[in-house]
């Protein structure tokens, strides 16, 4: 069992560029979501998804967009870079949204210039 | 105002201390998580609480449903305790949302 598998850990930018945060789990979680963590601020939902097919709307969603074609794998993709989206981003996956254990990726450092 | 409240925002302890961490929440939810953030990163969930008490080794964190208000406990505190300590509510209906605090910084000094 891997858990969440997430890459790359650490990524610069140039403004204006795209990139995709690439997500995998091999729990068969239906649940997968992906968060950002700022200084000084909680973690934030950016998207989720409640299965294959099925994605939604988090807290701050825009300049990012996702996928859910398999169970296993949630890519973020980042549209075009802005100096705002510099940011520790975290995939994380569970059962259902309320599953007992919620399992997090190690985390992906974004710095956009 | 934040959704999620947590407190305090740091705490320093001694070894062997007693610590408690609280969590307040003003929005309706169906469970709630305490998490552990050590440097580096690395998230590790702890316990979910939908009602009453947990205990895992020497942690235990309660929840009080009608009072919106969820405590963590470490007895007998270890220097390798010392992380963040997060606070995540999983919002009630069908949102399928998560909402976190903004974490309590934990540092137990040997």
């Known amino acids: 069992n891997a858990g969440v598998t997430q890459t790359p850990k650490f990524q610069v930018l140039k403004t204006g560029q795209s990139m995709t945060l690439q997500c995998a789990q091999d729990?068969?979680?239906?649940?997968m979501s992906w968060y950002r963590q700022d200084p000084g601020m909680g973690l934030r939902l950016i998207h989720y998804?409640?299965?294959?097919?099925?994605?939604d709307q988090g807290e701050v969603p825009n300049g990012y967009n996702v996928s859910r074609s398999t169970t296993e794998d949630f890519p973020l993709r980042l549209l075009s870079a802005a100096p705002s989206q510099t940011s520790v981003y975290f995939c994380?996956?569970?059962?259902?949204?309320?599953?007992?254990?919620?399992?997090f990726g190690e985390g992906s450092w974004l710095t956009v210039v | 105002k934040n959704e999620v409240e947590q407190s305090p925002q740091n705490l320093t302890a001694q070894e062997g201390e007693f610590i408690t961490i609280n969590c307040s929440y003003s929005?309706?939810?169906?469970?709630l998580h305490w998490l552990q953030q050590h440097p580096g990163g690395g998230i590790v969930s702890l316990f979910m609480?939908?009602?009453g008490k947990k205990k895992h080794g020497r942690l235990i964190a309660t929840i009080n449903i009608q009072e919106k208000h969820s405590s963590l406990h470490i007895t007998a505190s270890h220097p390798r305790d010392s992380a963040v300590y997060i606070c995540?509510?999983?919002?009630?209906?069908?949102?399928?949302?998560?909402?976190f605090g903004t974490g309590t910084l934990l540092a137990v000094q040997p």
């Open positions: 994380a996956s569970s059962i259902y949204v309320t599953g007992n254990t919620i399992y």
């Open positions: 729990m068969n979680h239906e649940y």
């Open positions: 998804s409640v299965g294959a097919g099925i994605t």
């Open positions: 929005v309706g939810i169906s469970a």
């Open positions: 609480l939908s009602s």
């Open positions: 995540a509510v999983v919002l009630g209906g069908a949102t399928n949302k998560l909402i």
